[in-house]
């Protein structure tokens, strides 16, 4: 079952927004779901672990007892993983929302045709999720999750996988980046740096030709590539406005 979360203080857009996702839900032949209304922040941050069980959340950023960006600080102390998506009436918006590992940005005058487009990705990105490689590495035989590599580093004909949540524990074997670049380009990984694959739902940000990890690791950008990467990652964040 998919579970969807929408987090909003104006009842006339939460009312919308749930049509809106039973409409898209209804055209691609999913009825196995549940939808959630709730209408501040604090009431959705009630919820703290029990917030796991949905899949997608919608949030407005600004609310008056607790904005979104507060919201979703208070989410990401629980589920590092839940997709989360800001809804605002303005499009000034602030990048700060990527700190969260924002799905999307959609504006309200364009609800329609952000929220098709925003199900579209989270679909994909659920069966990314849900991706898993076998490698033969020195430390033996391992299956993993693609969405929870961090980056891979080479260094001296050695390639290094950084997991997420084990920050100590670094998987390696022999054999050439260009290789596992192959291997994982349909999984949203960026190279950065001849050195360096990224997977770029845990960058930061990408600035000052340094990649912020959201760890706060920072990863070198050539110079002369920097504008081809950047433009790169703000086209996979998929900026709506």
């Given amino acids: 079952m998919i579970k969807i979360a929408i987090c909003d203080d104006e009842y006339i857009y939460t009312a919308k927004t749930e049509k809106i996702i039973k409409n898209i839900l209804y055209e ?3 009825s196995n779901y549940e939808i959630n209304i709730f209408h501040s922040g604090i009431e959705l941050n009630e919820l703290k672990h ?4 949905y899949h997608l959340v919608f949030i407005d950023i600004h609310m008056d007892r607790q904005n979104g960006f507060d919201t979703a600080k208070n989410i990401r102390k629980y589920d590092e993983d839940i997709f989360i998506v800001f809804i605002t009436a303005f499009s000034d918006y602030s990048l700060e929302g990527y700190k969260f590992d924002a799905l999307r940005f959609i504006v309200k005058d364009s609800l329609k045709e952000m929220l098709w487009e925003c199900m579209e990705n989270f679909f994909m990105k659920l069966r990314l999720k849900s991706s898993k ?3 033969v590495f020195i430390e033996g035989r391992k299956e993993i999750f693609v969405d929870k590599i961090y980056y891979v580093e080479s260094n001296k ?3 290094y996988f950084k997991l997420v949540k084990s920050i100590d524990k670094v998987y390696s074997l022999y054999g050439k980046l260009d290789e596992i670049e192959s291997k994982l380009k349909e999984y949203d990984f960026l ?3 001849k050195s360096y694959l990224v997977n770029m739902r845990f960058i930061e940000s990408i600035e000052r030709y340094k990649v912020i990890m959201l760890n706060g690791e920072r990863l070198p950008v050539p110079r002369v590539n920097y504008k081809i990467i950047k433009d790169r990652f703000f086209e996979n ?3 709506c406005l």
């Fill in 50 to 53: 029990g917030i796991s069980e």
């Fill in 237 to 239: 964040r998929g900026t």
């Fill in 191 to 193: 190279r950065i740096h």
């Fill in 157 to 159: 004909h050695k390639l």
């Fill in 28 to 30: 691609k032949g999913i």
């Fill in 133 to 135: 490689i076998t490698m």
